[in-house]
């Protein structure tokens, strides 16, 4: 079986609530879904459909290409139809890989078992086909099968990605509660933001959304900071396919641009950090850093642009009760600095948000790990118009 000469059902998958925003990514390089789901969206495609979506997208966590369905009621059943699969076409021999699943059985009390039934039946079928088997483990830098079996229907995939779309390379010091890459992203596009006016984040931390900001009104996507993706070591993978990909994505970035992008916070290791993971992105030039309390953030005159507060959410009772002061002021730093602005605050604590003071003029459901949050976007007339309250 050579997978790269196939089209099949591929499943892009990302953080739970996140789908809305990668139909939209998908969709501008020219897809069309055939399905959109909580966590994710099924295209029809080929294995370069693959390596160009892994490449590109900011919201997936990862490009799964579908190889096998069937029915299966225990493990024994895996087993046997894995068996069957011709895995010395699709693992070289010297390589190495891992398996990871999604399993949903009565049968099966801990997904590691599935695992294993799968990594048997690749390693017995190399024996009898070849007299030897490649190295297998843990860890998602080779080749990676991909298991989901829920009830009794199974299928089976290649992951294309390997380690998660879901980081994008650049963070090496995350800081305190960072906010994952892809959710920044999801947020930013969320905001709607135009890419041509100014994007200012207060409290930065470790300056994810200004960096993602920065990528995108560039137009740099994840892939040109990754060197390692699963596909490429597939048997009949060819680089020419990455390459293609990669010349293409290249060609588009804009090297300069007069987009202010603004990012302060009072903690100058927040500021040090942000510029360091900056500077790893590429972008560190075409963002504005600065050391100050977040009130004294300077904002420029606009008839446009977005304003993003990512704030404490406070874990403990007495964390809320001085977190309620600090949500008063951002709502009061939104209506005195950011007329004509767009201002958005990203919370997982809708009783804080109520010290804002203002009327959102929409309430955009997210998930942060397992916290129910929700991105609160305010309106900020300009002009003769008052702030909407």
């Not at 590109?56 to 579908?66: E, G, I, T």
């Not at 963070?171 to 709607?192: D, F």
């Not at 929700?374 to 909407?388: D, F, I, N, P, Q």
Request: charged share 25%; aromatic share 10%.
């Amino acid at each position: 079986m050579d997978v790269f000469a196939i089209k099949t059902k591929i499943i892009v998958t990302c953080s739970n609530r996140l789908s809305p925003f990668l139909q939209k990514e998908v969709e501008a390089l020219g897809y069309r879904p055939d399905r959109i789901f909580k966590t994710g969206l099924e295209i029809y495609g080929s294995m370069k459909d693959c390596i160009r979506l892994n490449l590109n997208l900011r919201c997936a966590s990862q490009v799964l290409f579908s190889l096998k369905q069937f029915k299966a009621f225990t493990a024994q059943d895996i087993y046997k139809t894995l068996l069957q699969v011709e895995w010395e076409k699709i693992i070289p021999e010297d390589e190495y890989f891992s398996i990871t699943s999604n399993v949903s059985n009565e049968t099966i009390t801990n997904n590691l078992f599935a695992n294993v039934k799968v990594k048997d039946a690749i390693a017995d079928r190399f024996r009898e086909k070849t007299g030897s088997r490649p190295n297998s483990g843990p860890e998602l830098n080779g080749v990676v099968i991909h298991l989901y079996w829920k009830e009794s229907d199974a299928e089976l995939f290649l992951d294309t990605s390997g380690e998660t779309l879901s980081k994008h390379g650049y963070r090496k010091i995350p800081g305190k509660a960072p906010m994952l890459e892809s959710l920044a992203a999801a947020n930013i596009i969320a905001s709607e933001w135009d890419r041509k006016t100014p994007f200012i984040n207060p409290m930065c931390g470790s300056g994810t959304l200004a960096i993602e900001a920065a990528l995108i009104a560039t137009n740099r996507p994840p892939g040109l900071l990754r060197s390692n993706y699963a596909f490429m070591h597939l048997c009949d993978y060819d680089e020419s396919h990455h390459d293609e990909c990669f010349h293409e994505m290249e060609s588009k970035v804009i090297e300069k641009t007069d987009v202010p992008i603004i990012a302060t916070d009072i903690s100058e290791d927040a500021i040090h950090i942000s510029k360091i993971n900056a500077g790893i992105a590429g972008v560190d030039h075409l963002i504005q850093f600065q050391c100050c309390d977040f009130a004294n953030t300077p904002v420029p005159e606009s008839t446009g642009g977005v304003v993003f507060f990512n704030p404490e959410y406070g874990d403990r009772l007495g964390d809320e009760i001085e977190l309620e002061e600090t949500y008063g002021r951002m709502g009061d730093f939104l209506k005195q600095k950011c007329k004509g602005y767009t201002g958005g605050i990203f919370t997982g604590n809708l009783e804080l948000a109520k010290k804002i003071g203002l009327k959102p003029k929409r309430r955009i459901e997210f998930f942060n790990g397992k916290i129910d949050c929700r991105l609160l976007t305010y309106e900020l007339y300009a002009g003769s118009k008052s702030v909407k309250v």
